[in-house]
């Protein structure tokens, strides 16, 4: 497919895009590429100039890339209004928004408009609108933007989790460390054509070791993690078996999602042992080597690179 908004060159030129059951697709692509075009075309609430969307992937949830802040509802009534349109009874609305807004952890009150919470605040909203009914095609347009790092873990958490019971997962995102850390297939767009990024050639016979306490009851699940070997628990220390090249991506979301590193042990042949004590580093302390990606992962999301079996939602087509 292929969209204009004005006389002239395309925004986005012959592309096509499937989304698949169990993966995470990060689209990623400079200012003013097309990312935000591209998703809303897959969201279905925008139409491509040329070619098709097809496919009925079933609930979709969509995180655009503005959201309406200007509202004077209240981040209750808004949910309140969006579970109906999609079906929700009243009362499972509201029970499902003050679910989602609890695990969220909005500030500011679910009854203050909209238009007064913080811009953090009102993409937990956002999110919360996209998830009232269990997405089984979710689309999130830079979802972290405002963010603070608990909601990040949080989001990871959904990703993974949405992916793993059998739904798709569209996002963009500029940081490589995140795209790596969550995504099974990234793409990028230039020049108005997307093209799948190939991912680096894994090391699979090396793996990292990583120890971890949780530093809060609610601290995120890491076992569908792509690349999670192994995890095991022993009292509040959790010791997680990663592949080497995940390592960082991993340190990355166990930091955000309510976890101190007590220790990092690389098992590489060319690199000895390392064994860190204490370090408990914000995000910021962590994702040196960046770009870190791959694709599959133990107990994490199926269906990767195998090509979609039954295409969930599909946009493509000459111009
Ligand atoms: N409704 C619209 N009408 C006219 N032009 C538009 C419209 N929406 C987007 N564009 C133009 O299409 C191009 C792609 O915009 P889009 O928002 O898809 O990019 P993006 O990759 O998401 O950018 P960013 O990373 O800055 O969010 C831009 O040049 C933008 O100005």
Not at 161 to 168: E, H, Q
């Amino acid at each position: 497919m292929s969209k204009r908004y004005r006389p002239g060159r395309p925004v986005l030129v012959d592309v096509d895009f499937t989304t698949a059951p169990g993966t995470v697709q990060a689209v990623t692509g400079g200012n003013g590429s097309g990312k935000s075009t591209l998703l809303r075309v897959l969201a279905g609430v925008s139409r491509p100039s040329s070619g098709t969307r097809t496919g009925d992937p079933g609930v979709i949830g969509y995180v655009p890339d503005r959201f309406p802040t200007s509202t004077r509802l209240s981040a209750e009534a808004y949910l309140a209004h969006m579970g109906r349109i999609k079906g929700l009874s009243t009362a499972r609305s509201a029970e499902r928004a003050t679910e989602l807004l609890t695990r969220l952890d909005l500030v500011g009150g679910p009854k203050t408009p909209i238009r007064e919470l913080s811009k953090g605040n009102a993409q937990k909203v956002a999110l919360a609108q996209a998830l009232l009914m269990p997405p089984r095609l979710l689309i999130l347009d830079e979802p972290w933007s405002g963010l603070d790092a608990s909601a990040h873990g949080v989001l990871a958490q959904i990703i993974v989790d949405t992916a793993r019971s059998g739904g798709a997962v569209v996002f963009t995102d500029h940081r490589e460390a995140i795209t790596g850390g969550l995504a099974t297939e990234v793409y990028r767009i230039e020049a108005g054509r997307l093209s799948r990024q190939a991912l680096p050639t894994r090391v699979h016979d090396t793996a990292s070791e990583v120890l971890l306490r949780a530093t809060r009851p609610q601290a995120v699940d890491l076992r569908g993690l792509a690349g999670t070997r192994s995890l095991e628990a022993t009292g509040d220390v959790v010791r997680v078996r990663v592949d080497r090249d995940r390592c960082d991506a991993l340190l990355l979301v166990a930091l955000q999602g309510g976890w101190t590193v007590d220790g990092v042990r690389h098992n590489d042949a060319a690199e000895p042992p390392n064994l860190l004590g204490g370090v408990t580093a914000g995000a910021n302390g962590v994702g040196g080597s960046g770009g870190v990606r791959g694709v599959g992962g133990v107990g994490g999301v199926s269906g990767v690179g195998s090509g979609p079996a039954n295409p969930a939602n599909q946009i493509g087509g000459q111009r």
